[in-house]
């Protein structure tokens, strides 16, 4: 494959100020819904799970990895997967402070971006 400069273009792309504004308020708006996936407690439940499925198990293949960095690690993802299940349970506990959180960021947002109030998504 021929790599040469003439067939890639290695400077910035520049972009229109209305191209800008739309990425930015298009970022914006991911971001808002990356907080509110963040802020259901099944999303961490599911992290928990995936953290727990990941720990050593007898018969894995464990390479050149010893029995004390296999312990350490297993140690390490138990723990992490508790503490994501402390977290489901904390969003459980205060779902009321949270969504209050999110909406008043998204008006923030749409204020900001001239966006038509009610739900951006």
Same mark, same amino acid.
């Given at each position: 494959?021929?790599?040469?400069?003439?067939?890639?273009?290695?400077?910035?792309? &520049?972009?229109?100020?209305?191209?800008?504004?739309?990425?930015?308020? &298009?970022?914006?708006?991911?971001?808002?819904?990356?907080?509110?996936?963040?802020?259901?407690?099944?999303?961490?439940?599911?992290?928990?799970?995936?953290?727990?499925?990941?720990?050593?198990? &007898?018969?894995?293949?464990?390479?050149?990895?010893?029995?004390?960095?296999?312990?350490?690690?297993?140690?390490?993802?138990?723990?992490?997967?508790?503490?994501?299940?402390?977290?489901?349970?904390?969003?459980?506990?205060?779902?009321?402070?949270?969504?209050?959180?999110?909406?008043?960021?998204?008006?923030?947002?749409?204020?900001?971006?001239?966006?038509?109030?009610?739900?951006?998504?």
């Amino acid at each position: 494959m021929d790599t040469s400069d003439a067939q890639y273009d290695t400077t910035r792309r &520049q972009y229109a100020p209305t191209e800008l504004e739309d990425f930015l308020s &298009q970022f914006g708006i991911r971001m808002i819904q990356e907080a509110m996936t963040a802020a259901v407690p099944s999303t961490w439940e599911r992290r928990a799970d995936t953290l727990d499925s990941c720990r050593p198990k &007898q018969g894995d293949f464990a390479g050149k990895a010893t029995p004390v960095e296999l312990e350490t690690r297993d140690l390490k993802l138990a723990e992490q997967a508790e503490a994501c299940r402390l977290h489901a349970t904390f969003l459980r506990a205060y779902p009321d402070v949270l969504a209050e959180t999110i909406a008043a960021d998204v008006r923030t947002l749409q204020e900001e971006r001239g966006l038509p109030s009610g739900n951006p998504f």
